[in-house]
């Protein structure tokens, strides 16, 4: 073939892609035209009744988030339309459409039951970093159409909004986060701006109070302290509903009616970005504002998509409203010549016999072509609907492999096999499995269009090296997953990607087959092998062990399994069947499969290769079962640039999240070089970005050339160690409602709104009972390598510090303890050579000069204990205690750290967060004996304003300030006497910090009734 010809082709394909390509392997049809998002998919989950008034909250919340969103992207953005996929559970419509390539899975937006970390309130699920595309938005039904929902959090508009900043543009939350981030949380910071304490807020002027939440009685009281000394430990910047002078930010609150921006780089106070306060987006996106990051995504970047005039009619989305029907699948089978070397057709028709026989759910539709020089339908669209369908199938699978190779014939005929369905094309699946290049007209290029506008999902599976490059791009273009097949001991990705096809078309939980174990092994003559796979409580019913070989005897292995009492299970046993047509052994364990260890032992008669692999379904319909799903950073790795390829898998039991999980991807690389073993971690470290969150991450950087890079996930209970969160120990974000109604907290879905303040808990749970699971992770495909690579170059720097911080400090010692996760030597793996280590005199000083030369480097001499020169392995936990001057008189000391690492190449890392180290005197005491009820309400807190401001008040306050200030003077002349006294404060100078009451409360201790049990 001309190479301008494979250019064109490769430049049309990506064409394609592009409309519903994202950074993740998942699929996304969300397009961005003309200021409107358009492909956007909400799916409802089938556990979740059925529910009209759910569909009409959805179309509500979108049609309010249209206009909120268009007033704070400031006319650059709307909601142009969205499709609802609702489950096939809920009772079918004529008015509803046929979902194409659509799935639960690849949704934005899913309803279904909560996430016990978060619930009741939605979050969105993210990956990856600053900027870049997460996963989901996932709300609770009954956070959706309860009314208590916008009482106490706001506009159900105004919450997507927020969210759709996680999820489109990579923002995160930017007040203080007990749970997304809780080794960082803290309520006040020490602002070197101003030298008084803040509460964590953006933009800067919240009205709030500070109060501190007394667990033993369930009450408030305020907190000992002031602005000019901190507050003790515990205490909360309580947000008071009655706001005036700010307008952001979105990411902060948007419950509050002035709230209609994002936080920007402006001279404007009531928007102006916080970039010092200590929160997650500025850790993770450098300090950058929301409005910053949100320019520099694809959507605007450029000057893309700039403001424009739209009318209020034309804000408003379109809905389509879809529903599942029959799963339909077509198998387009490679059979050219080159499938004939290798044992390549042997291991792909004993993998789809084993499908056909098995894996199929009755009351699907499949078919069969083959593809070589020609396309030939092997087996129209059949119902599979018992065990003469099954055979009729299988006897329909092509004898033998010769001939050249017609990818885009066989998809062609592929479509034509699934247009004879009644529901047509749309949806319909299509799995293609090749092995090379595309040799015969059409080409893929030819025919993309027409496979788009089909509406099909098109799964590939590279069989090996030497597949077309271009089936990433087929999949990605339609929504269809990536499989690579290497072909040697250990892998047995073919399996699964014939497996995976039975898990789309919205099929429930029940019936959803889990992948236990998958691997192969490379056996010698008369060699005996044993092997185990744990059976956990959450599965055992359909329980299926399948054995392939590749040579010529029948059968040309034996097999045995023991139970777990000890019992064997050998070719006498009911469910024991052998294929030898299709050299497939496939032994069913009838009824629930005994929870424990399984041992299998496999005798090969020749040298050869084994393939295994164990299934199973749910215990029964109300057991959700333990699942692993993974995903890569893309199904094509831009080496040649210096991406990484990121790894990850999330563990969780139904929608509970697993921690503490042992996690491991086993990655097959191009040429003849070992795979690597990773240890996937859920430290909030490295490519992982929240902590105990259920999703474990790692970057991978040993590439060895141009190629398919597969990835295989095994998981187990590591040890007894792994916890399935059961509770929610705090909710993330906080309730705006007067203090005088505080108690008064409903419930949202069965789940109390738990008070503002409660402190956070560690997570909680059960334990996991033992068990495995081991599944494909998909795939990646590097096309281009550096100049003048070679496997084992140093081409990575050690990767970003993104969570130094400061654990203790000590006035008395002038010393700060430093706590960060080790880094690795290549991004996450491995160990650095050397930390440097700055010391700035503030966030503010390092923000306008990031040059290490322009602030104090630490040597050893500010040393007291660890060693910079000595960096631990990746994931270890570094610890630095320093020394730090303190000024003479001074009562509060602040100073600025930031590191970054650098390899034995001298390749310097980014540099970490910004961490800001205060050294207090005094800290405020709680007080010995309950304080008296005040006779007038205590104050309010607001940040210093600019010099030559005056701060409006909230409405109706003006008389209580007046009568505050005048009832104050005399108090306040004594506090400052005494506390000189007694504090040896320095004199400040006065910041122009005002006091005003909301008049919410009229106590210094807040009290009620509540009743924390969660129901």
Same mark, same amino acid.
């Given at each position: *073939?001309?190479?301008?010809?494979?250019?064109?082709?490769?430049?049309?394909?990506? !064409?394609?892609?592009?409309?519903?390509?994202?950074? !993740?392997?998942?699929?996304?049809?969300?397009?961005?035209?003309?200021?409107?998002?358009?492909?956007?998919?909400?799916?409802?989950?089938?556990?979740?009744?059925?529910?009209?008034?759910?569909?009409?909250?959805?179309?509500?919340?979108?049609?309010?988030?249209?206009?909120?969103?268009?007033?704070?992207?400031?006319?650059?953005?709307?909601?142009?339309?969205?499709?609802?996929?609702?489950?096939?559970?809920?009772?079918?419509?004529?008015?509803?459409?046929? #979902?194409?390539?659509?799935?639960?899975?690849?949704?934005?937006?899913?309803?279904?039951?909560?996430?016990?970390?978060?619930? &009741?309130?939605?979050?969105?699920?993210?990956?990856?970093?600053?900027? %870049?595309?997460?996963?989901?938005? /996932?709300?609770?039904?009954?956070?959706?159409?309860?009314?208590?929902?916008?009482?106490?959090?706001?506009?159900?508009?105004?919450?997507?909004?927020?969210?759709?900043?996680?999820?489109?543009?990579?923002?995160?939350?930017?007040?203080?986060?007990?749970?997304?981030?809780?080794?960082?949380?803290?309520?006040?910071?020490?602002?070197?701006?101003?030298?008084?304490?803040?509460?964590?807020?953006?933009?800067?002027?919240?009205?709030? %109070?500070?109060?501190?939440?007394?667990?033993?009685?369930?009450?408030?009281?305020?907190?000992?302290?002031?602005?000019?000394?901190?507050?003790?430990?515990?205490?909360?910047?309580?947000?008071?509903?009655?706001?005036?002078?700010?307008?952001?930010?979105?990411?902060?609150?948007?419950?509050?009616?002035?709230?209609?921006?994002?936080?920007?780089?402006?001279?404007?106070?009531?928007?102006?970005?916080?970039? /010092?306060?200590?929160?997650?987006?500025?850790?993770?996106?450098?300090?950058?504002?929301?409005?910053?990051?949100?320019?520099?995504?694809?959507?605007?970047?450029?000057?893309?998509?700039?403001? %424009?005039?739209?009318?209020?009619?034309?804000?408003?989305?379109?809905?389509?409203?879809?529903?599942?029907?029959?799963?339909?699948?077509?198998?387009?089978?490679?059979?050219?010549?080159?499938?004939?070397?290798?044992?390549?057709?042997?291991? *792909?028709?004993?993998?789809? =016999?084993?499908?056909?026989?098995?894996?199929?759910?009755?009351?699907?539709? +499949?078919?069969?072509?083959?593809?070589?020089?020609?396309?030939?339908?092997?087996?129209?669209?059949?119902?599979?609907?018992?065990?003469?369908?099954?055979?009729?199938?299988?006897?329909?699978?092509?004898?033998?492999?010769?001939?050249?190779?017609?990818?885009?014939?066989?998809?062609?005929?592929?479509?034509?096999?699934?247009?004879?369905?009644?529901?047509?094309?749309?949806?319909?699946?299509?799995? !293609?499995?090749?092995?090379?290049?595309?040799?015969?007209?059409?080409?893929?290029?030819?025919?993309?269009?027409?496979?788009?506008?089909?509406?099909?999902? +098109?799964?590939? !599976?590279?069989?090996?090296?030497?597949?077309?490059?271009?089936?990433?791009?087929?999949?990605?273009?339609?929504?269809?997953?990536?499989?690579?097949?290497?072909?040697?001991?250990?892998?047995?990705?073919?399996?699964?990607?014939?497996?995976?096809? *039975?898990?789309?078309?919205?099929?429930?939980?029940?019936?959803?087959?889990?992948?236990?174990?998958?691997?192969?092994?490379?056996?010698?003559?008369?060699?005996?092998?044993?092997?185990?796979?744990?059976?956990?409580?959450?599965?055992?019913?359909?329980?299926?062990?399948?054995?392939?070989?590749?040579?010529?005897?029948?059968?040309?292995?034996?097999?045995?399994?023991?139970?777990?009492?000890?019992?064997?299970?050998?070719?006498? =046993?009911?469910?024991?069947?052998?294929?030898?047509?299709?050299?497939?052994?496939?032994?069913?364990?009838?009824?629930?499969?005994?929870?424990?260890?399984?041992?299998?032992?496999?005798?090969?008669?020749?040298?050869?290769?084994?393939?295994?692999?164990?299934?199973?379904?749910?215990?029964?319909?109300?057991?959700?079962?333990?699942?692993?799903?993974?995903?890569?950073?893309?199904?094509?790795?831009?080496?040649?640039?210096?991406? &990484?390829?990121?790894?990850?898998?999330?563990?969780?039991?139904?929608?509970?999240?697993?921690?503490?999980?042992?996690?491991?991807?086993?990655?097959?690389?191009?040429?003849?070089?070992?795979?690597?073993?990773?240890?996937?971690?859920?430290?909030?470290?490295?490519?992982?970005?929240?902590?105990?969150?259920?999703?474990?991450?790692?970057?991978?950087?040993?590439?060895?050339?141009?190629?398919?890079?597969?990835?295989?996930?095994?998981?187990?209970?590591?040890?007894?160690?792994?916890?399935?969160?059961?509770?929610?120990?705090?909710?993330?974000?906080?309730?705006?409602?007067?203090?005088?109604?505080?108690?008064?907290? &409903?419930?949202?879905?069965?789940?109390?709104?738990?008070?503002?303040?409660?402190?956070?808990?560690?997570? $909680?749970?059960? #334990?996991?009972?033992?068990?495995?699971?081991?599944?494909?992770?998909?795939?990646?495909?590097?096309?281009?390598?550096?100049?003048?690579?070679?496997?084992?170059?140093?081409?990575?720097?050690?990767?970003?510090?993104?969570?130094?911080? +400061?654990?203790?400090?000590?006035?008395?010692?002038?010393?700060?303890?430093?706590?960060?996760?080790?880094?690795?030597?290549?991004?996450?793996?491995?160990?650095?050579?050397?930390?440097?280590?700055?010391?700035?005199?503030?966030?503010?000083?390092?923000?306008?000069?990031?040059?290490?030369?322009? /602030?104090?480097?630490?040597?050893?001499? /500010?040393?007291?204990?660890?060693?910079?020169?000595?960096?631990?392995?990746?994931?270890? %936990?570094?610890?630095?205690?320093?020394?730090?001057?303190?000024?003479?008189?001074?009562?509060?000391?602040?100073?600025?750290?930031?590191?970054?690492?650098?390899?034995?190449?001298?390749?310097?890392?980014?540099?970490?967060?910004?961490?800001?180290?205060?050294?207090?005197?005094?800290?405020?005491?709680? #007080? $010995?004996?309950?304080?008296?009820?005040?006779?007038?309400?205590?104050?309010?807190?607001?940040?210093?304003?600019?010099?030559?401001?005056?701060?409006?008040?909230?409405?109706?306050?003006?008389?209580?300030?007046?009568?505050?200030?005048?009832?104050?003077?005399?108090?306040?002349?004594?506090?400052?006497?005494?506390?000189?006294?007694?504090?040896?404060?320095?004199?400040?100078?006065?910041?122009?910090?005002?006091?005003?009451?909301?008049?919410?409360?009229?106590?210094?201790?807040?009290?009620?009734?509540?009743?924390?049990?969660?129901?």
């Amino acid at each position: *073939m001309a190479t301008g010809f494979k250019w064109v082709t490769m430049v049309l394909i990506v !064409l394609s892609v592009s409309q519903c390509a994202d950074s !993740l392997t998942r699929p996304s049809f969300i397009e961005f035209v003309d200021n409107g998002y358009s492909g956007i998919t909400v799916a409802i989950h089938n556990r979740v009744s059925e529910d009209q008034a759910l569909i009409d909250r959805i179309k509500y919340m979108f049609t309010e988030a249209s206009k909120y969103l268009y007033q704070a992207t400031q006319k650059r953005a709307y909601f142009r339309n969205v499709t609802i996929l609702i489950p096939k559970t809920w009772a079918s419509s004529p008015e509803y459409e046929l #979902p194409g390539g659509l799935t639960f899975d690849s949704a934005d937006v899913i309803v279904a039951p909560p996430n016990p970390r978060w619930a &009741p309130l939605q979050y969105t699920k993210q990956y990856e970093g600053c900027g %870049r595309q997460g996963v989901h938005i /996932h709300f609770m039904d009954a956070f959706l159409t309860d009314t208590n929902t916008e009482t106490f959090y706001g506009p159900l508009g105004r919450i997507l909004v927020h969210e759709w900043g996680h999820l489109r543009w990579g923002l995160f939350d930017e007040y203080p986060d007990a749970v997304g981030d809780p080794d960082y949380y803290q309520e006040y910071y020490f602002s070197q701006v101003t030298q008084q304490y803040e509460g964590v807020t953006c933009s800067y002027d919240y009205v709030g %109070r500070p109060l501190i939440f007394l667990p033993e009685s369930f009450s408030y009281r305020d907190c000992a302290g002031s602005p000019n000394i901190g507050y003790e430990d515990g205490c909360i910047f309580f947000v008071l509903s009655g706001q005036s002078d700010v307008t952001s930010s979105i990411m902060f609150r948007t419950s509050l009616d002035p709230i209609i921006n994002f936080c920007n780089d402006t001279e404007e106070r009531d928007k102006q970005h916080n970039p /010092h306060a200590p929160n997650k987006h500025n850790r993770l996106c450098n300090s950058k504002s929301n409005w910053e990051v949100i320019l520099d995504h694809d959507d605007f970047a450029g000057g893309s998509n700039p403001p %424009r005039n739209i009318s209020e009619e034309d804000l408003v989305p379109t809905f389509t409203v879809v529903q599942h029907k029959d799963i339909r699948v077509v198998l387009l089978l490679d059979t050219s010549g080159s499938m004939d070397s290798h044992n390549k057709f042997t291991k *792909m028709t004993s993998s789809a =016999y084993n499908y056909l026989s098995s894996i199929v759910l009755d009351g699907s539709f +499949v078919g069969i072509i083959e593809f070589n020089s020609n396309a030939n339908i092997l087996q129209t669209l059949v119902e599979v609907n018992g065990t003469e369908a099954r055979l009729g199938l299988t006897a329909a699978l092509p004898p033998k492999a010769e001939g050249w190779t017609a990818i885009g014939q066989g998809l062609l005929k592929a479509i034509e096999v699934l247009s004879d369905h009644e529901d047509g094309t749309q949806g319909g699946i299509i799995l !293609l499995v090749s092995d090379g290049e595309e040799t015969h007209r059409p080409f893929v290029a030819d025919v993309m269009g027409d496979v788009i506008a089909s509406g099909v999902i +098109v799964d590939t !599976l590279a069989f090996g090296q030497q597949a077309s490059v271009l089936l990433p791009d087929i999949s990605k273009a339609t929504g269809g997953k990536t499989f690579f097949y290497s072909n040697e001991p250990g892998s047995n990705t073919l399996y699964e990607a014939f497996a995976a096809t *039975m898990e789309r078309g919205d099929v429930i939980d029940s019936d959803k087959r889990v992948q236990l174990l998958g691997t192969s092994w490379s056996l010698e003559a008369d060699e005996t092998r044993t092997g185990g796979v744990f059976m956990d409580s959450t599965v055992g019913r359909k329980t299926e062990f399948s054995f392939s070989w590749t040579e010529k005897d029948n059968p040309s292995i034996e097999v045995t399994l023991q139970r777990p009492n000890g019992t064997i299970i050998d070719s006498s =046993y009911d469910g024991f069947g052998e294929e030898p047509n299709f050299k497939t052994i496939i032994v069913k364990i009838e009824g629930q499969a005994e929870e424990g260890l399984w041992d299998y032992t496999v005798l090969s008669r020749h040298e050869q290769e084994v393939a295994i692999a164990v299934s199973s379904y749910p215990a029964s319909d109300d057991v959700d079962p333990i699942i692993v799903t993974s995903e890569l950073s893309g199904s094509i790795t831009a080496f040649e640039q210096g991406e &990484p390829l990121v790894a990850y898998a999330e563990v969780r039991q139904g929608f509970k999240p697993m921690i503490n999980a042992n996690v491991t991807a086993t990655i097959e690389r191009p040429g003849s070089f070992e795979p690597i073993r990773l240890e996937l971690l859920d430290n909030g470290a490295g490519a992982d970005i929240t902590k105990n969150d259920g999703v474990y991450s790692r970057s991978f950087t040993e590439f060895t050339g141009i190629g398919y890079y597969g990835i295989r996930i095994d998981v187990n209970n590591n040890g007894g160690e792994a916890i399935i969160l059961e509770s929610n120990p705090y909710s993330k974000a906080r309730p705006i409602v007067p203090l005088d109604k505080i108690y008064d907290l &409903p419930e949202i879905g069965g789940i109390r709104i738990p008070l503002p303040g409660a402190p956070p808990a560690e997570p $909680t749970g059960t #334990p996991a009972p033992a068990f495995s699971r081991g599944t494909s992770g998909g795939s990646s495909r590097v096309d281009a390598v550096p100049p003048g690579f070679a496997p084992g170059a140093d081409l990575f720097p050690p990767g970003d510090v993104l969570d130094l911080r +400061v654990k203790e400090t000590s006035f008395q010692d002038k010393t700060v303890a430093l706590v960060w996760t080790a880094p690795g030597d290549d991004l996450d793996n491995g160990a650095a050579s050397r930390y440097e280590v700055i010391r700035a005199e503030s966030v503010p000083a390092w923000q306008s000069d990031p040059t290490p030369e322009s /602030h104090l480097i630490l040597n050893s001499s /500010h040393v007291l204990e660890g060693d910079p020169s000595a960096p631990q392995e990746f994931g270890s %936990r570094e610890e630095l205690l320093v020394l730090v001057p303190v000024p003479k008189g001074a009562s509060v000391v602040s100073y600025t750290f930031v590191l970054r690492a650098f390899d034995d190449a001298g390749n310097p890392s980014g540099f970490s967060n910004a961490a800001q180290a205060v050294l207090r005197e005094y800290v405020p005491q709680p #007080p $010995t004996t309950k304080p008296p009820p005040a006779t007038t309400p205590p104050p309010a807190t607001r940040p210093p304003q600019p010099a030559g401001t005056t701060p409006h008040q909230p409405e109706g306050l003006s008389w209580q300030i007046a009568l505050i200030v005048i009832g104050s003077v005399a108090a306040v002349l004594v506090l400052i006497v005494v506390g000189i006294a007694a504090f040896k404060f320095s004199k400040s100078k006065d910041k122009n910090v005002k006091q005003s009451y909301d008049g919410e409360v009229g106590k210094g201790d807040v009290r009620g009734t509540y009743n924390p049990t969660f129901a």
